[in-house]
């Protein structure tokens, strides 16, 4: 029973806050109690908003799969907006009113979530609506990233939900307190099931209003689900209060390179350090992107065309935007035929070939030529062509292209930027620490977030800056990011063979890489094994001395031999490769403590302060 207990626990997640080794936790006494503690955290907002809320109206699609998996889904949503509203309301003055709740014609089991997103956005494109939200099938086992429960993009008016594995929980529960009454064990079920998708509902619309992942495991924007999630943090709230102010505006006067440029104005004006490094940084990433276009659409409005000739090409644009790209070509090329050296028109034609036939399509190519016969400096052609090799899985042909545009930026900072930010959205460290180091020569400081992001993923995953001495051409930097992270992440599962399995992989393709072996030195301090963990970190470091996750390791497995000393020098080695590593200042403030530092500790928590943005414990 015990052993069966902490299996049902583990995967509920959390499920169950009680230890199994002793004491009365088999009896049904104590069955109760752990019952009891299963239950979900309550949503609570403690300043809540005054006032009346504001109504945003909604559509939701329900796919075959949830409607088989979930008999009671109309009502099971009707409940669920009822709770995020009840949330909604006091925290950022919000009332979600549905629209219309539809069966959707479409089977998302076994797809991943973009898939089911992008075909959600094909179906609606939501012209009428604030939110076009799709529910999807649940995965076959209980899951608590945020990442496969959900999905959503900045700015973007469509979000997924998938459905909880109910079965799978139920029948854990029942495994777990066999000796408890079977409505005790339902009532709490269905307070789980509550709780979790209504924050995965929330969660994911606070993403679309801009919010990035936060480290604290309590709040809503967590990038993991726990049934302890009570709120949101105060700064997001303050952002999705922000986005909403243009967000609930009529649909025509809806600006949204705007919008991402106020967005970008918070983060940049209110630095704290609970938002996740990583997230923030591609979210970033994207809003920019959403200014620079905005601003490309302003500079280029029609290229000289007026009346009736600028409203066509205007709703040519309208068009490929809702996802309409045959009726989009045909305004466009009728308009081509009336002006044929107008590079506006050219450059969208351009842009809707590649949505439509793809970037390789001889087509394609040749109507994105047409662009650079009547501007060879205009980079548009290129970055269309590049974000859609990309997309399809072609970084060396992408990266091409983005070359082809430097060569053409001169000293154009808004082409710089642009190409920086393409560069960090997909990953690309090498090319994107070029961008803003040409960016810093045209304005000092324009590069330094770019240059921030790039020290610390380097850091983070053992990325070196001689990357093809590991076979890591730039081409594939963020293939080998990826495993680094995938790697880490099945460590911190526990799912220790998977990890082995993932490591051999990886090696092949990279062998001996810094920020392979820092993980594995991870995978072997977690399974015990201290002298191999030891050797495997110091292989890192000796590999690349910036390998911020070995040198952290390292300096914790010295203080733990109370070799205080050198795991000073590892720890600070740590923060100086990723000075956005938080547990490495905790690991050596208490090694500072431990040999009276005083005036070391001291100036460690100013540092910490001024960047996490919290005292340092």
């Not at 909880?164 to 495994?175: I, N, Q, R, S, V």
Request: aromatic share 6%; charged share 20%.
């Amino acid at each position: 029973m015990r052993a069966a207990l902490a299996l049902a626990c583990a995967a509920l997640i959390g499920a169950c806050h009680t230890t199994v080794s002793s004491g009365t936790a088999g009896s049904p006494r104590g069955q109760a109690g752990a019952l009891e503690r299963a239950l979900p955290a309550t949503l609570e907002v403690g300043d809540p908003l005054p006032g009346t809320a504001r109504t945003a109206r909604v559509r939701v699609w329900v796919d075959d799969d949830y409607r088989a998996q979930h008999p009671q889904w109309r009502a099971q949503l009707d409940e669920q907006l009822d709770e995020a509203n009840q949330f909604l309301t006091p925290a950022v003055g919000l009332r979600l009113v549905a629209k219309d709740i539809q069966p959707w014609s479409a089977h998302s089991a076994g797809l991943p979530l973009p898939d089911v997103l992008a075909a959600l956005v094909a179906l609606d494109p939501g012209d009428d609506v604030e939110w076009v939200i799709g529910y999807a099938a649940a995965l076959p086992a209980v899951e608590g990233s945020f990442d496969a429960l959900s999905a959503a993009r900045p700015l973007g008016r469509h979000v997924v939900v998938r459905g909880g594995p109910d079965e799978l929980e139920a029948e854990a529960f029942a495994e777990a307190f066999p000796d408890a009454p079977a409505a005790d064990r339902d009532r709490v079920l269905a307070a789980r099931r509550r709780h979790k998708q209504t924050v995965v509902l929330m969660h994911a619309l606070a993403h679309t209003l801009g919010a990035p992942h936060e480290t604290e495991g309590t709040w809503i924007m967590a990038a993991r689900y726990a049934p302890t999630m009570a709120t949101l943090s105060r700064p997001s709230r303050e952002l999705a209060q922000l986005a909403l102010e243009t967000w609930l505006q009529p649909r025509a006067a809806f600006d949204r390179a705007a919008l991402a440029a106020r967005l970008v104005g918070y983060f940049e004006s209110n630095p704290w350090g609970g938002w996740e490094a990583d997230d923030k940084d591609h979210v970033l990433a994207d809003l920019r992107v959403a200014v620079a276009e905005g601003s490309k659409a302003a500079g280029h409005a029609g290229g000289g065309l007026t009346g009736p000739a600028l409203e066509q090409l205007v709703r040519a644009r309208q068009l490929a935007r809702a996802g309409k790209l045959p009726a989009a070509l045909a305004e466009l090329e009728a308009l081509a035929a009336a002006y044929p050296a107008t590079v506006d028109v050219r450059q969208a034609i351009c842009e809707v070939k590649v949505g439509l036939d793809g970037p390789g399509a001889d087509g394609t190519l040749a109507a994105c030529q047409r662009v650079l016969d009547l501007d060879a400096a205009d980079p548009r052609p290129h970055l269309a062509l590049a974000v859609a090799l990309f997309a399809t899985d072609q970084p060396t042909a992408a990266l091409a292209r983005l070359a082809a545009v430097e060569a053409v930026a001169g000293d154009r900072g808004e082409v710089w930027q642009a190409l920086a930010e393409l560069y960090m959205a997909q990953g690309l460290v090498t090319p994107a620490e070029a961008a803003a180091a040409r960016l810093d020569q045209l304005t000092p400081g324009a590069g330094a977030d770019t240059a921030a992001w790039a020290q610390r993923t380097r850091g983070r995953y053992g990325l070196p800056p001689d990357g093809p001495r590991w076979k890591i051409d730039v081409a594939d930097e963020a293939a080998y990011v990826a495993a680094v992270r995938g790697l880490l992440d099945a460590i911190y599962a526990d799912k220790f063979a998977d990890a082995k399995r993932l490591a051999a992989a990886a090696d092949k393709r990279w062998p001996g890489a810094p920020g392979l072996l820092a993980a594995r030195c991870d995978l072997a301090l977690r399974q015990k094994a201290t002298a191999q963990a030891m050797g495997l970190c110091d292989r890192a470091i000796a590999a690349w001395s910036g390998a911020a996750w070995a040198q952290y390791l390292r300096g914790v497995m010295l203080a733990q031999r109370n070799k205080l000393p050198p795991a000073i020098t590892a720890l600070r080695a740590a923060i100086a490769a990723d000075p956005t590593l938080a547990q490495a200042y905790r690991t050596l403030a208490k090694a500072l403590d431990r040999v009276k530092d005083g005036p070391g500790r001291a100036a460690l928590a100013v540092e910490y302060q001024q960047r996490f943005g919290k005292v340092l414990p």
